[in-house]
Structure formats: C-alpha cells, structure tokens
C-alpha cells in the first residue's frame, strides 16, 4: 500500500496525473507504438518541465519541518501526557459541580431517564497552562483565553529554554449540546456546550518576544440524524474544515529561506447517505502549487467513516488511505499542480482496482510477459476514466492506462493522447530526461515532509477536539 501511494504521488509531481488516471477503453490504442511526437506534445512536455524546475527551485519545507518538530512536543508533553489531563479535568468538573440543577419535566434529559444535568460552557475555558522546569507538569492560572505555554530546544541557541513555545485557542460561534459520557451517571447528565469555531496561533519567542509562526481557523461541526437537540454519538456525519498559514522568517546562519504557506482542508462525512468529500490545497510563498478534491460514495465505510484518530503514524496513514478508497466509488477526483494541470478522474470500483494492481504487482515480481500484464491494464482501463488539461498551452488531453516496459518488468503506466498525433503515448515516452530529474528532486525534498504534515494536522485536530470535547472517547468529530 505505501508503495501504491509513492508511486501516485510521484506520477502526480511528474505530470499532474494519478498512476490510475485514464479515458479511454479503445483496447486498440493500447498495442500501436508512439511516434515520434508532434508540436502538441513538444509544447506540453518544455511547458511541463518549466514547471518543474521552477517547483525544484523555489519549492521548499520550512514551515512543515517547523510544525513536525513543534508537533512531536505537543505529543510529548500533551497528547501523551498524563499530566496535563490531570491538569485540565478539574478545570471541566469544578465547572460541572457549580452549574449541577434539575431537569425539567418533559424535557428531553427526562425522557432519557436523568434527574439532573450540569452545563459546561466551554467557550468560558480560559485558563493559561505553563509547563514547569521539569517538563512534566503544567501550572495553571486563569487568562483572558486557552493559552499554553512549553518549553523547547532553540535551536539558534542550541539550549532548552523555558517558554520558548505558545499555544492560543479562542473559540466562538455557534454552539451545539453534547453528552459527556464519561463524566455523567445515570442520575446526572453532564453537558458540553460545544462551539464550532476555533481560531488558533502558536508562536514562538525565540528572538525575544512572541511572534506568530502558524494561525489558523477551524469550523467543526457535527451531524444528527434525529430530531434530538443534544448529541450522544455522532451517527449522521462530521464536517471538519479550515486553514493554516505559516509565517518562518529566513536563517541565514542555518542556510533557511523564508517560507510562507497556506494549507486549506474540508472534510465532510454524510453517514446517512453513504457520501463523503474532501478538498485540501496548498499555497506557497503566493503560488498555488496543489489542489486535490474528491467526491466519493459507497456502501463501504469510506471518508464517510473517516476517524481522524488513526492517523498516528506514518504507516497508519497509508493504511488508512487505502481503508477510505477500498470498497467505495470516486465519483470525481481533480488534481491541479500549479494552478495549471488539472487532471479530472472517477474510479467506479476501487475494491476492484486494488485487487487486480495487487495480482499485477505479484506478476511483475514474478517477471511475467507484456501480455499477461496487458490483462491486467485492459482490466484496470475500464473502470477508470479522466483527461487532463493543461491551461498554459490551452491542450486538453485525453488519458488511458497502456502496459509499457520499465526497467526489465512490464507494467501499466499513465499514456496521453494529443490533439495532432495518432496514438496514445506512454508517460515513459513523453517526458525527458531533464523533466524527471527536476521531479525527482521534488519528490526527495517532499515525500518526508507531507507525510509528517498530514500527521501534523491530525493531531493539531486532535487537540482542539480534545479541548473542547472534554474527555478522550468524547471528542467533537472523528
């Protein structure tokens, strides 16, 4: 499955396509030889491999690298860490005893059999945690808002320093009602007033007062499929959506460009329905390098079932890629690199198309013949469709799976269609040498730090479900 996915993104840094992209079904195409190529082609492939170089050259990862350090403090000292639980649970039930009153008659707490209830209004959560010199424990003291403060390594002093890192949540808008499990009983009824709007800032006082680093928004709402006005468990969906800008100045003395991003996401789970969407893009420094939006639906538990919490390790991301695509339907998936290349696919059985680059997978290692292996890409070639458009030379262009040699094994691979040539051409044919050294060197610098960013962001998520839902097994969206 890893392999699968380094493989699509590295297809995608090449030519804005996924390794399963195609159009077309003409079986026809699939055994004609490509010819040596017309002025379509020539324009795409100098456009695209201007592209390229101009990502290899100014493409960089400061602001993620930045956040993954930042992020395994947060798992260390807070995610999993006993202690600031300890810390932060009496703040929720001291609250909880002084709002403890009766539940009116005929109210809906009644009818589910509760005597009592204690609202917790967590958008009036304002303390201020300060990690103390042992790194272990959290002072806590009231503020004008959620603040943390932890200590970290500066890495321009090479020493730990106390308070070197600050965490700002402010919450508002629209609030809904969620039962707190593990704080009720059957007589009592603990209740979040949840809001759904979280803005954030984490900062840092490296060169001697704060200054933001990340600032973000996130709205978080949750679904319910019945009439009822508290949440118990989230049985009709979740929609999660937001942004994250980074700002890193340039370190000169450790050879660090500047680095400015924009990282937007919106999730949204339609359980009821079966349907699921997602859309994520990233800008750097001005330019929109990434766009990627999904619409899928099935029976099978995909981003309708998504639970963020899986996302824990570089492995599990993989693994729960593959579990969100297996079984379902994309109904509509585009790629756009540089706000140029788009292209558009659907997958109209994924479980399938797994199966068989499985099996295909397992024939190449058994070194199988060109006609085996074009079983399996004529196979793949109909359940998958999509072109590709390319606005810079004002092409679109047609796309299919063909099985073509690579290295010693055969394979399937991406092929193009242009306007002006006959035939289908294999992605292996059409870019040059140059243009894959440029993409290689995307990929080398990228891989490692999108992987540990998709980290980042889920358990930044994390957090804040965790801060407003309470308790742990009582968050506000999986």
Avoid at 79 to 90: G, S, W
Avoid at 207 to 215: F, L, V
Avoid at 339 to 354: E, G, H, N, R, Y
Avoid at 455 to 477: E, M, P, S, W
Wanted: aromatic letters at 8%; one cysteine or more; a negative charge.
């Amino acid at each position: 499955m890893r392999k699968f996915f380094n493989l699509a993104l590295a297809t995608a840094f090449i030519c804005g396509a996924s390794v399963f992209t195609a159009c077309s079904s003409d079986d026809d195409n699939n055994s004609k030889k490509a010819d040596e190529g017309g002025q379509n082609r020539k324009e795409f492939v100098e456009h695209t491999r201007a592209n390229l170089k101009t990502m290899a050259e100014n493409l960089n990862f400061g602001s993620w690298e930045a956040a993954n350090a930042i992020n395994q403090l947060f798992n260390k000292y807070v995610l999993n860490n006993p202690e600031f639980e300890r810390a932060i649970l009496p703040l929720f039930a001291q609250q909880a005893l002084e709002s403890i009153q009766p539940v009116e008659e005929g109210s809906e707490l009644a009818e589910m059999g509760y005597e009592y209830y204690a609202p917790i209004d967590l958008t009036n959560i304002k303390y201020r945690f300060t990690m103390t010199d042992d790194n272990k424990s959290f002072d806590v003291e009231p503020a004008d808002q959620f603040e943390m403060i932890l200590n970290s390594y500066n890495p321009q002093t090479q020493q730990v320093e106390k308070g070197a890192f600050k965490l700002t949540l402010k919450v508002g808008g629209q609030t809904y009602k969620r039962l707190l499990a593990r704080m009720s009983n059957d007589e009592l009824a603990v209740l979040a007033l949840i809001p759904e709007d979280v803005t954030f800032a984490i900062a840092d006082k490296f060169t001697g007062s704060w200054r933001n680093a990340y600032t973000g928004t996130f709205k978080n709402a949750t679904k319910n499929s019945d009439a009822s006005k508290i949440i118990v468990k989230e049985n009709a969906g979740f929609s999660v959506s937001g942004s994250i800008t980074s700002n890193i100045p340039a370190a000169q003395e450790m050879g660090k460009a500047a680095d400015e991003t924009t990282l937007k996401f919106s999730i949204d789970s339609d359980r009821e329905n079966h349907k699921g969407t997602a859309l994520v893009s990233y800008e750097h420094n001005g330019q929109k390098m990434v766009e990627l939006s999904l619409k899928e639906s099935g029976e099978v538990p995909g981003l309708a079932n998504l639970d963020l919490s899986q996302f824990s390790s570089i492995t599990s991301i993989f693994d729960v890629l593959g579990a969100i695509w297996t079984g379902r339907n994309i109904d509509e998936g585009k790629i756009t690199l540089l706000d140029d290349l788009t292209t558009t696919f659907s997958i109209s059985d994924m479980s399938k198309v797994m199966k068989l680059n499985t099996e295909m997978a397992e024939a190449r290692r058994n070194y199988a013949d060109e006609a085996t292996i074009d079983g399996y890409t004529q196979q793949l070639d109909k359940l998958i469709k999509g072109s590709m458009t390319c606005k810079g030379v004002n092409q679109t262009i047609p796309m299919k799976l063909m099985t073509d040699k690579f290295g010693v094994d055969y394979t399937a691979v991406v092929a193009f269609k242009f306007a002006d040539e006959e035939n289908y051409v294999p992605m292996t044919q059409v870019l040059d040498q140059k243009s894959m050294e440029y993409a290689l060197n995307i990929a080398d610098h990228a891989i490692d730090p999108m992987k540990e960013s998709l980290i980042t962001v889920r358990q930044l998520i994390q957090f804040v479900n965790q801060f407003i839902g309470a308790q742990k097994g009582d968050g506000v969206a999986n």
